[in-house]
């Protein structure tokens, strides 16, 4: 329940053992490979140790090849998975084949060229097709395209769009000459096609004419036959089309017993290319190459025993203070607080030099959850997917691996206050059973009810917002205190505690003493600081005065409005139950048993997935702003050690 030491490494190989080198800090799977930035420091060095080239460009194009054949797998011979079916697992050895992967992008180069083919026959048909739709107006037309006309006489294809009246088109060509005929082939509610006969010698002034009612000449180049003759040539290509792709389809489709194996080889080869990404890392002459990392300082004996197998130089470090913020964060979790790392991933990881805020967090949190989703039933179903997700699926990812585990943890809170509140699926059982008999006074027991005493949820998510106001300010008194700055926690973080206790006091027993001693303390810190600032009798007194009325005015704002935050426990909690008894009352108005059943639970899961998702936008909001904005130091490094990490199978280490 702490961020890992970490420890710096530093690494000169020789050039001949770089990949297995790199292979073997693959398998260990601790180290996180950084540029040699010391040795890059010194001139002479940087001068020698050029950067390392270990074929990414190509490992990428290879990862992305199998990729896209997986793509196009999932298109033409798709797999049925059974949900919430685990990854399958391999060993390291069957993930590090090499045969196996060589036939694999054999396999995955053969679908995409497959898939290239059938991409081109689909781009041909829509040519065709568009072919098809421009030659359909002149089916009419009983005579060959390509016709330009007589000795004398010229034919030639038009059409004007379908508004235009065709006697306007007449008056048009006939203004050019008399000796013109139109002829109407086609017309549909975008157009009409005409055929034009004319003397050779009138046609282009005919064409003329004509273009001043949108008039627009039709030509087929290298179309021979009539437009029936042609869209019948393209009708039997289509049919040809169709039976080439169906073929590759179908080859495509046989080869999807070998799906598992090339998303093992999808893994591999992104494994292939996050180590050519960190060889890439590397720097080097002609014969030895340098690397820096860092690692747990727990797998300082694996490393050590790692290196020994290869002729290299390595020494280990501790990070100096000015490494610090380089320095990656680990954090290391027990089963409880591990699942919190949603939270703070999300927020931010903390500082290599501050704390891991888990252990405070997680009880805060998993407490705040339950107390706003506040229902045995709801409960019961997040405590239900969280064990049946995490004991089949076994989820990997890093956020799904954390998000159920959160999932059951919350649940058992809900469950807890649901039951305290009387409250499964809200007043369900209560309406049903007087449902089935108008004369019972069936009610679950409960020690208080949100809807009738909200005054009392709203008094104890107060007082559960100073008791986490209270935990940050101890934690930041000790941080200062190890830090050597024992009077700046007494006379700020102290003070203030000693103020809000002195309120609380007061409100239950009408004892002043509480706020008189925190009064006292408050000005004898303003004139501490006033007198550390330096300066005559005048100015400390001075100093003191605005210094006491800045922090009253400053922090009885600010506790007071973060304090009140908290009153978003009893909202939600009392939103939940009014929005589920309102769903059941609705079903209970039917007075039939199944309209109410149906109408309850499709209410139930709606407001079963608003709570579910608002209580977690609400309680984080709480940790993150009015919790961690007392102690908290972020800003670290997320540790990305050279893995094998996977998307499709999941690898026994030896």
Same mark, same amino acid.
């Given at each position: 329940? *702490?961020?890992?030491k970490?420890?710096?490494?530093?690494?000169? *190989?020789?050039?001949e053992?770089?990949?297995?080198?790199?292979?073997?800090?693959?398998?260990?799977?601790?180290?996180?490979?950084?540029?040699?930035?010391?040795?890059?420091?010194?001139?002479?060095a940087?001068?020698?140790?050029?950067?390392?080239? *270990?074929?990414?460009?190509?490992?990428?194009?290879?990862?992305?090849e199998?990729?896209?054949?997986?793509?196009?797998?999932?298109?033409?011979?798709?797999?049925?998975?059974?949900?919430?079916?685990?990854?399958?697992?391999?060993?390291?050895?069957?993930?590090?084949?090499?045969?196996?992967?060589?036939?694999?992008?054999?396999?995955?180069?053969?679908?995409?060229?497959?898939?290239?083919?059938?991409?081109?026959?689909?781009?041909?048909?829509?040519?065709?097709?568009?072919?098809?739709?421009?030659?359909?107006?002149?089916?009419?037309?009983d005579?060959?395209?390509?016709?330009?006309?007589?000795?004398?006489?010229?034919?030639?294809?038009?059409?004007?769009?379908?508004q235009?009246?065709?006697?306007?088109?007449?008056?048009a060509?006939?203004?050019?000459?008399?000796?013109?005929?139109?002829?109407?082939?086609?017309?549909?509610?975008?157009?009409?096609?005409?055929?034009?006969?004319?003397?050779?010698?009138?046609?282009?002034?005919?064409?003329?004419?004509?273009?001043?009612?949108?008039?627009?000449?039709?030509?087929?180049?290298?179309?021979?036959?009539?437009?029936?003759?042609?869209?019948?040539?393209?009708?039997?290509?289509?049919?040809?089309?169709?039976?080439?792709?169906?073929?590759?389809?179908?080859?495509?489709?046989?080869?999807?017993?070998?799906?598992?194996?090339?998303?093992?080889?999808?893994?591999?080869?992104?494994?292939?290319?996050?180590?050519?990404?960190?060889?890439?890392?590397?720097?080097?002459?002609?014969?030895?190459?340098?690397?820096?990392?860092? $690692?747990?300082?727990?797998?300082?004996?694996?490393?050590?025993?790692?290196?020994?197998?290869?002729?290299?130089?390595?020494?280990?470090?501790?990070?100096?203070?000015?490494? %610090?913020?380089?320095?990656?964060?680990?954090?290391?979790?027990?089963?409880?607080?591990?699942?919190?790392?949603?939270?703070?991933?999300?927020?931010?990881?903390? *500082? %290599?030099?501050?704390?891991?805020?888990?252990?405070?967090?997680?009880?805060?949190?998993?407490?705040?959850?339950?107390?706003?989703?506040?229902?045995?039933?709801?409960?019961?179903?997040?405590?239900?997917?969280?064990?049946?997700?995490?004991?089949?699926?076994?989820?990997?990812?890093?956020?799904v691996?954390?998000?159920?585990p959160?999932?059951?943890?919350?649940?058992?809170?809900?469950?807890? $206050?649901?039951?305290?509140?009387?409250? $499964?699926f809200?007043?369900?059982?209560?309406?049903?059973?007087?449902?089935?008999?108008?004369?019972?006074?069936?009610?679950?027991?409960?020690?208080?009810?949100?809807?009738?005493?909200?005054?009392?949820?709203?008094?104890?998510?107060?007082?559960?917002g100073?008791?986490?106001?209270?935990?940050?300010?101890?934690?930041?008194?000790?941080?200062?205190?190890?830090?050597?700055?024992?009077?700046?926690?007494l006379?700020?973080?102290?003070?203030?505690?000693?103020?809000?206790?002195?309120?609380?006091?007061f409100?239950?027993?009408?004892?002043?003493?509480?706020?008189?001693?925190?009064?006292?303390?408050?000005?004898?810190?303003?004139?501490?600081?006033?007198?550390?600032?330096?300066?005559g009798?005048?100015?400390?007194?001075?100093?003191?005065?605005?210094?006491?009325?800045?922090?009253?005015?400053?922090?009885?704002?600010?506790y007071?409005?973060?304090?009140?935050?908290?009153?978003?426990?009893?909202?939600?909690?009392?939103?939940?139950?009014?929005?589920?008894?309102?769903?059941?009352?609705?079903?209970?108005?039917?007075?039939?048993?199944?309209?109410?059943?149906?109408?309850?639970?499709?209410?139930?899961?709606?407001?079963?997935?608003?709570?579910?998702?608002?209580?977690?936008?609400?309680?984080?909001?709480?940790?993150?702003?009015?919790?961690?904005?007392?102690?908290?130091?972020?800003?670290?490094?997320?540790?990305?050690?050279?893995?094998?990490?996977?998307?499709?199978?999941?690898?026994?280490?030896?």
């Amino acid at each position: 329940m *702490a961020i890992v030491k970490m420890k710096k490494l530093r690494v000169i *190989a020789l050039r001949e053992q770089r990949d297995e080198l790199m292979r073997q800090l693959l398998r260990l799977g601790c180290v996180e490979v950084h540029e040699p930035e010391g040795m890059l420091s010194d001139p002479e060095a940087a001068e020698v140790l050029r950067p390392e080239r *270990a074929g990414l460009a190509e490992a990428r194009t290879r990862e992305a090849e199998m990729d896209s054949a997986l793509k196009v797998m999932a298109r033409y011979a798709p797999e049925k998975k059974k949900m919430l079916s685990p990854r399958p697992t391999v060993s390291q050895e069957e993930f590090l084949d090499g045969e196996a992967l060589k036939a694999d992008e054999a396999l995955a180069q053969q679908i995409n060229d497959w898939d290239g083919q059938i991409r081109r026959i689909g781009l041909e048909q829509v040519r065709i097709r568009d072919e098809i739709e421009s030659l359909r107006p002149w089916e009419a037309l009983d005579m060959p395209l390509e016709t330009e006309g007589t000795k004398t006489c010229a034919m030639a294809l038009a059409n004007v769009p379908a508004q235009v009246d065709m006697e306007s088109v007449a008056d048009a060509a006939e203004s050019a000459t008399e000796l013109v005929q139109l002829i109407l082939v086609s017309q549909d509610e975008q157009q009409k096609c005409f055929l034009i006969i004319t003397p050779k010698e009138e046609l282009a002034g005919v064409l003329d004419a004509m273009r001043g009612v949108g008039c627009t000449p039709v030509t087929f180049p290298g179309v021979t036959g009539t437009a029936t003759d042609n869209i019948d040539q393209r009708k039997k290509r289509l049919a040809e089309l169709d039976v080439e792709r169906k073929d590759l389809e179908a080859k495509i489709g046989q080869e999807k017993a070998k799906t598992a194996s090339l998303r093992l080889s999808a893994d591999r080869l992104a494994t292939e290319a996050a180590e050519a990404e960190a060889a890439e890392r590397l720097r080097g002459t002609d014969s030895v190459v340098a690397l820096e990392g860092w $690692f747990p300082a727990e797998d300082e004996a694996a490393v050590t025993k790692c290196l020994n197998g290869f002729d290299c130089a390595f020494e280990f470090a501790d990070p100096t203070e000015d490494e %610090y913020p380089d320095v990656p964060v680990k954090l290391k979790n027990n089963p409880i607080t591990r699942p919190l790392n949603m939270v703070t991933d999300m927020y931010a990881l903390p *500082a %290599y030099t501050g704390m891991d805020p888990n252990p405070l967090m997680a009880p805060f949190f998993i407490l705040f959850y339950g107390m706003m989703m506040a229902d045995m039933g709801y409960g019961l179903i997040m405590m239900l997917v969280s064990l049946i997700v995490v004991k089949k699926a076994k989820p990997r990812g890093p956020t799904v691996r954390n998000m159920f585990p959160l999932l059951g943890l919350c649940g058992v809170s809900t469950f807890f $206050f649901g039951a305290i509140t009387g409250g $499964f699926f809200g007043d369900f059982l209560p309406q049903l059973m007087k449902l089935i008999n108008p004369e019972s006074t069936f009610a679950l027991p409960a020690l208080f009810s949100p809807l009738d005493d909200a005054l009392a949820v709203l008094v104890g998510s107060l007082a559960l917002g100073i008791v986490q106001i209270l935990t940050g300010m101890a934690v930041s008194a000790w941080k200062k205190c190890k830090d050597g700055d024992k009077l700046s926690a007494l006379f700020e973080e102290g003070t203030w505690t000693v103020i809000l206790i002195g309120l609380g006091l007061f409100a239950a027993l009408k004892t002043p003493i509480g706020l008189a001693v925190g009064g006292v303390m408050l000005v004898i810190g303003s004139a501490y600081k006033a007198a550390k600032n330096g300066g005559g009798p005048v100015k400390i007194a001075v100093s003191t005065l605005t210094g006491v009325g800045g922090s009253l005015y400053n922090n009885i704002t600010g506790y007071f409005s973060d304090i009140l935050s908290y009153s978003r426990l009893m909202a939600l909690m009392l939103a939940g139950a009014v929005i589920a008894q309102v769903f059941n009352t609705l079903g209970g108005i039917t007075g039939n048993v199944f309209a109410f059943v149906l109408i309850s639970m499709v209410g139930n899961a709606l407001n079963f997935a608003l709570n579910l998702l608002g209580c977690f936008v609400h309680d984080m909001r709480l940790q993150c702003l009015e919790f961690f904005g007392r102690f908290y130091e972020d800003g670290g490094k997320p540790f990305r050690p050279l893995d094998m990490e996977t998307k499709f199978v999941d690898i026994v280490k030896e």
